[in-house]
């Protein structure tokens, strides 16, 4: 994860959300008792495409990437640009984070205006720049000064606040979580995201899902549990074994956004979905890069979108070269040409068939859906 960097104040345009939007219908309670599978917040990922995204393969929440406090505050116009919501962009939270608690409680403030769901507070934040900061996961250093920021973020806002964190800072910590997580919720802290690592941790070692059942049978708020859930049987095992009120889906949406529906559908006891075939895939990824580019030009479109061509067309051993030219257009034009030619070019045919023979084939199998 990269940190955001500071953009010059440009004019503003402060216009976050039109009339009423439509998260404020949202039903907090009913979502979170519904055992949603959430697409997790991350920086440059989950824009308002590829929430789009997200919720069309079935995610039940959304979360916008982190939006720095104090930027927010100085109205700059990068940091209001990730905090804007189109009137379909629900149910969508806010992320925000600051290492000051009173700039967090004005940034609330400020995102509230977007018309977001709720306001989700980034406590886990391992970043260097970040943490050190004392913003994200640095919070975790200071347990006091954490519930103290909550108090004063949830007594500012009119909307739900909820909070994002890890088990605790590091190794020689004695894991603050539980304890934590009782003074959040005394603060009226109303949803609680454990990433089941520590801070130190990074992305790295095996999340370690049995913190977030102490969490949850800690509290009554509900608990999402985040951190290596793949598939949708990792959704269920994630659910029975911690008790938790919802799933948080993060690098596995990158690469298979479609997690979403096959999970909804094993949640639901619903028919297990086909995997998508490689014309499926195709058609997604060209959307997505049609709709990267309507919203922010050609060249930014084309290096957002690098990022998720190998998830999208898989990592089949032939498809390498075709990702390889995908990434290195410099134009939308050899970009889309590239991809209509993995349709319609002879081995890809054949991917297409191997693909359907492969669905039947996981169809019979009991762990099916372990393998996409
Ligand atoms: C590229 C990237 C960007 C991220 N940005 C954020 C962020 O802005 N806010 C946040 O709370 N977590 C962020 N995260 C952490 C994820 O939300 C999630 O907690 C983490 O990836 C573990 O979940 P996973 O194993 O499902 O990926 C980011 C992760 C990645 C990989």
Redesign the pocket.
């Known amino acids: 994860?990269?940190t955001t960097k500071r953009t010059k104040k440009t004019k503003p345009d402060r216009r976050l959300a039109s009339d009423e939007h439509m998260n404020a219908r949202f039903d907090f309670d009913a979502v979170f008792r519904a055992k949603p599978v959430i697409l997790?917040?991350?920086?440059?990922?989950?824009d308002a495409v590829f929430r789009h995204i997200c919720r069309a393969c079935g995610a039940s929440l959304c979360?916008?990437?982190?939006a720095l406090a104090e930027a927010l505050v100085a109205e700059e116009s990068e940091a209001l640009q990730k905090i804007r919501l189109a009137p379909d962009d629900t149910p969508t939270a806010i992320?925000i984070?600051g290492a000051d608690a009173s700039s967090l409680a004005q940034a609330a403030r400020i995102a509230e205006q977007a018309g977001p769901a709720y306001i989700?507070v980034?406590c886990?934040?391992w970043v260097p720049k970040v943490a050190r900061a004392g913003a994200?996961a640095g919070w975790l250093r200071s347990p006091d000064a954490m519930v103290a920021m909550a108090r004063m973020v949830v007594s500012s806002s009119a909307l739900p606040v909820t909070v994002?964190t890890r088990i605790g800072w590091g190794d020689e910590s004695d894991m603050p979580i539980v304890d934590l997580a009782r003074r959040l919720e005394d603060v009226g802290v109303r949803a609680l995201?454990i990433?089941c690592?520590t801070a130190r941790m990074g992305?790295e070692g095996a999340?370690d899902w049995s913190w977030a059942a102490r969490v949850q049978a800690a509290v009554s708020v509900p608990v999402i549990v985040?951190?290596?859930?793949?598939t949708a049987q990792d959704c269920q095992k994630a659910l029975d074994l911690t008790g938790c009120a919802g799933v948080?889906?993060?690098?596995?949406?990158?690469e298979h956004p479609w997690i979403f529906r096959e999970a909804r559908a094993r949640l639901e006891h619903a028919k297990k979905p086909t995997a998508p075939t490689l014309h499926e895939r195709v058609d997604l990824c060209t959307r997505h890069l049609l709709a990267l580019q309507a919203a922010r030009g050609t060249r930014k479109a084309l290096t957002a979108a690098s990022?998720f061509y190998a998830g999208y067309l898989g990592k089949q051993p032939d498809t390498a070269p075709y990702i390889a030219e995908l990434r290195a257009s410099r134009n939308l034009e050899t970009a889309l040409e590239v991809l209509h030619s993995l349709t319609t070019q002879q081995p890809y045919a054949e991917q297409t068939m191997r693909d359907l023979e492969r669905t039947t084939r996981l169809e019979r199998s009991p762990f099916g859906e372990e393998e996409y």
């Open positions: 994860m990269t997790a917040p991350m920086e440059d990922v989950t979360v916008t990437e982190f992320q984070y989700d980034n886990g934040c994200g994002k995201t990433h690592r992305h999340a985040n951190g290596d859930i793949r948080m889906i993060g690098r596995r949406a990158i990022r």
